[in-house]
């Protein structure tokens, strides 16, 4: 009988907590971006490059981007400030800074006003020493 009963409390449970996840909002259910990751190719060490992410408010109500928080240091992303109406575009721009020589892959986590799960935007590439470049070596794009 023990057993029964912790195996219908277990089942109980699962179902519960399965329900919840499919009722969470996501990010990508009321912003759409065109691109989720952006590869600069090969970069100059030490000089900053910029990409914009640009995405459409596709919900019934205006959306407020609430953060848009980089993994490290080297990358500075800049969100639009107040409400986006619906149907309207706007962008984050990602700008990146690289001190160090080799291929980086970083992220931002994008977080919306009233919304359970974020979203990630990707930056790859590669930073090439002021030495490669002088020779010509950086391809870009």
Do not use: W
Request: with cysteine; net charge positive; aromatic share 8%.
């Amino acid at each position: 009988m023990k057993k029964l009963f912790l195996f219908a409390s277990a089942i109980v449970l699962s179902t519960t907590m399965f329900a919840q996840q499919a009722t969470q909002k996501k990010a990508e259910d009321v912003i759409k971006f065109r691109e989720l990751s952006y590869d600069f190719g090969k970069i100059k060490q030490g000089v900053p490059v910029t990409h914009d992410f640009a995405f459409t408010n596709i919900s019934d109500a205006p959306v407020i981007i609430e953060s848009a928080t980089p993994s490290c240091g080297c990358t500075t992303p800049i969100k639009p400030e107040g409400a986006i109406p619906k149907g309207k575009d706007n962008k984050i721009t990602a700008g990146f800074n690289a001190a160090a020589v080799g291929p980086f892959n970083k992220s931002i986590t994008v977080k919306v006003a009233g919304i359970d799960m974020p979203l990630q935007l990707k930056i790859t590439g590669e930073v090439l020493s002021a030495d490669a470049t002088k020779t010509g070596k950086v391809g870009g794009k």
